[in-house]
Structure formats: C-alpha cells, structure tokens
C-alpha cells in the first residue's frame, strides 16, 4: 500500500513539474517596437542602442507575469549587432541616427510565434500588445521590423537567448522563426550558424533567401539539435549582398526563439557508489539506497522508505518526500553532516530516522 501511495504522491508531483516545464516556450521574442522614429534609439529621450532586449518571453516571472518584458526586467534574449558575441559593429551608438536601421510597418509573418503561457493565443501584432508592453515599461510601441542597408553587406548579427541567471534547467528541442522580406524589390541571402557560448559558432550550411513577398522562415529542432540541453544559445544570421537600389533593403521582424524547458539532470544526490549486481548504492552519510530504475531522483531507502529526493538550490542539502512516523507524506530537509537527522515540515521538528 505504501508503495502505492508513494507512486500516486510522485505522479502529482511529476504532472506538476511537467505542466510548469516539459512544454514548447517562447524564451526571447522580439517584434522591435521599441525602437524610435526608425533609428536604432529607443527611449522618451531617443537613446542610442546597439543591442535591443526581447520584449516578449514566455519564460518572465518579474514584475507582471504577461507573457511581456520590459527594459528593466531580466532579459532572456539580446539582439546583438554591436561587436559582441560574434556580431558585428553595425551602428555607432553616438550616431545612432546616421543609418536608418527600423522601416515602418509590421510584417505578418510568424505572427504566432509569439504565443506563451502567459500570453496564450496571444501574437506579435496583437492589439492587446501595447497596453502590456507599456505596463512593462517600454517608452514606445512603434509598428516597425528592422532593415539592414546596403553598406552592411557580409555583416552578421546575433539573436541570443537563456533561461535565466544560473538557470537549474535546460532547453530541448531548439527552434528559430523570423519574418522577412524584401522591402520593395530584389532578394538577398542569410546565412546561419548557432553557438552555446556566443564564441565558437558551427555553420549550418543553411540559408534563407529572402524576396519580396513576407514569408515565414526557420531553423528547426532537427537544425538545431545541437544545442539540446544548452540554458543559452546563439543564431548568428550573416547576410549576403545588399543591393544599393534604392527599396532593394531586407526586413525582419516577429522574431522567436522557442524551446522545451525541462529540469536539468541532478545526478545522484546522496553521492554512493554501486555494491553488487542488484542496484544497490551505498553512501558515505546517507547509507544504503536503491534508484527506481527509469524515475530520475526516486529510491527505496531501508530507513525511509520510497522517497522523492531533490536538491536544495541554496545549500547542499537535500529534501526528501516521505512518509513520517504518523505515515503522512511530507517534506523533510537535511545535509550531509546532519544526517539521520532530518527536519519534518509537517511537524516542525528535528527528528532522528532510526
């Protein structure tokens, strides 16, 4: 029966993870609405940028929890083209208004890629964006995709992503979608490559090119498979011949990084090493243990019982789900150098496992 109940606590606490986690997410989104007067400032006070942060994300838990961020949230994504991380120095941030770098209009493409937890159902080019986006605290929301002119032929720029400062979690299953066009003629090219830490990039022998009619594009969970289990990643889009007839300008916009978030793998919390062939551990502090095999930090304790264990994030402590001695499930903590003393939140005590 105990046995039972164990696996019914741990299925609830598995769907539970499962519904906060293990699901496609929009991680950085960006529809360049912040920048002003179509150059690259943004702000009341026009403020020269060379890098822009997403301003949609799936993943934000500051501030009000819309699907949105604002320029004083965390950010999960950068929009680099200033020298770092293997873009380029597109603009000068004291001149930010000698290239025209935002065309005005929306495009309609990826429209949905926008779509999160928070901001369900929710697009790029939703009216509901604004009143959002200025509770976050952006200046402006301004109907603009990015442009890149001529003079930035074979230049690169670079969509970062992450989970989060010292993210515990990974993502899976990668994915990147922009829209683009032509603004008014002619074509050129993209070309792509991808990195983990903004540095060493792999060229994915992929190229997008990009013609007058708005069209949705993207680098796959099969492109970019490479980067499963990465908190952080990097598309670097490098762009072919720009053509100095005049509207023969390539547009961005809508842009999405997605992935599944999922815990990262915690390992074996209490330390042991194998004894024998049965799938017995034995450790230093927390003794003998038996991993459910297939059912990652779940094991059959002589002392305890089945257990849920998972690691403490601000100690090396560990928490364990369990039965007590009045056979309620509940939460109890210890460490390495406490143990077999171990705290019971139910009852609100140190007690000893005998």
């Given at each position: 029966?105990?046995?039972?109940?164990f696996?019914?606590?741990?299925?609830a606490?598995?769907?539970?993870?499962?519904?906060?986690?293990a699901?496609d997410?929009?991680?950085?989104?960006?529809d360049f609405?912040?920048y002003?007067?179509?150059?690259s400032a943004?702000?009341?006070?026009?403020?020269?940028?060379?890098t822009?942060?997403a301003n949609?994300?799936?993943?934000?838990?500051?501030?009000?929890?819309?699907?949105?961020?604002g320029?004083?949230?965390?950010h999960?994504g950068?929009?680099?083209?200033?020298g770092?991380?293997g873009?380029?120095?597109?603009i000068?941030?004291?001149?930010?208004f000698?290239?025209?770098?935002?065309?005005?209009?929306?495009?309609?493409?990826?429209?949905?890629?926008?779509?999160?937890?928070?901001?369900?159902?929710?697009?790029?080019n939703?009216?509901?964006?604004r009143?959002?986006?200025t509770s976050e605290?952006?200046?402006?929301?301004?109907?603009?995709?990015?442009q890149?002119?001529?003079?930035?032929?074979?230049q690169?720029?670079v969509?970062?992503?992450?989970l989060?400062e010292?993210?515990?979690e990974?993502?899976?299953?990668?994915?990147?979608s922009y829209?683009?066009?032509m603004?008014?003629?002619?074509?050129?090219t993209i070309?792509w490559?991808?990195?983990?830490?903004?540095?060493?990039y792999t060229?994915?022998g992929?190229t997008?090119t990009?013609?007058?009619?708005?069209t949705r594009?993207?680098?796959?969970?099969?492109?970019?498979?490479?980067?499963?289990?990465?908190?952080?990643v990097?598309?670097?889009?490098?762009?072919?011949?720009?053509?100095?007839q005049?509207?023969?300008?390539?547009?961005l916009?809508?842009?999405?990084?997605?992935?599944?978030?999922e815990?990262?793998?915690?390992?074996d919390?209490f330390?042991g090493?194998?004894?024998g062939d049965?799938?017995?551990y034995?450790?230093?502090?927390?003794?003998w243990?038996w991993?459910l095999?297939?059912v990652?930090?779940?094991y059959?304790?002589?002392?305890?019982?089945?257990?849920y264990?998972?690691?403490?994030?601000?100690?090396?402590?560990?928490?364990?789900?369990?039965?007590d001695?009045?056979l309620?499930?509940t939460?109890f903590?210890?460490?390495p150098?406490?143990?077999?003393?171990?705290?019971?939140?139910?009852?609100q005590?140190?007690e000893?496992?005998r």
């Open positions: 029966m105990k046995t039972l109940q696996f019914g606590a741990l299925a606490l598995v769907s539970i993870s499962a519904a906060l986690h699901q997410n929009l991680i950085a989104g960006w609405s912040p002003r007067a179509g150059y943004v702000g009341n006070d026009y403020t020269g940028v060379d822009l942060w949609f994300s799936g993943i934000d838990t500051l501030g009000t929890t819309n699907g949105f961020c320029p004083n949230d965390y999960f950068t929009f680099y083209y200033n770092q991380y873009s380029s120095q597109m000068d941030t004291a001149s930010p000698a290239v025209f770098w935002a065309a005005t209009g929306d495009l309609t493409s990826n429209d949905e890629a926008a779509a999160n937890p928070y901001y369900e159902g929710g697009t790029f939703s009216t509901a964006k009143s959002l986006l605290g952006q200046a402006t929301v301004n109907a603009y995709s990015v890149f002119v001529a003079e930035l032929s074979g690169s720029f969509f970062a992503a992450n989060g010292d993210a515990a990974i993502g899976n299953g990668w994915t990147f829209a683009g066009k603004l008014a003629g002619g074509s050129t070309s490559s991808y990195s983990t830490d903004g540095s060493s060229d994915m992929i997008h990009l013609t007058t009619v708005d594009y993207e680098l796959t969970a099969d492109d970019l498979g490479e980067l499963d289990g990465a908190s952080e990097y598309i670097r889009g490098t762009l072919g011949t720009i053509s100095t005049l509207g023969y300008i390539p547009l916009d809508n842009v999405a990084i997605r992935a599944t978030v815990a990262a793998p915690t390992g919390l330390g090493e194998p004894y049965l799938g017995w034995y450790s230093e502090w927390f003794k243990y991993p095999p297939g990652d930090n779940a059959f304790s002589p002392k305890m019982g089945w257990i264990a998972k690691a403490d994030e601000d100690s090396d402590g560990v928490w364990i789900w369990a039965h001695t009045g309620k499930w939460w903590y210890t460490e150098d406490l143990y077999p003393l171990v705290y019971n939140t139910r009852t005590r140190w000893r496992v």
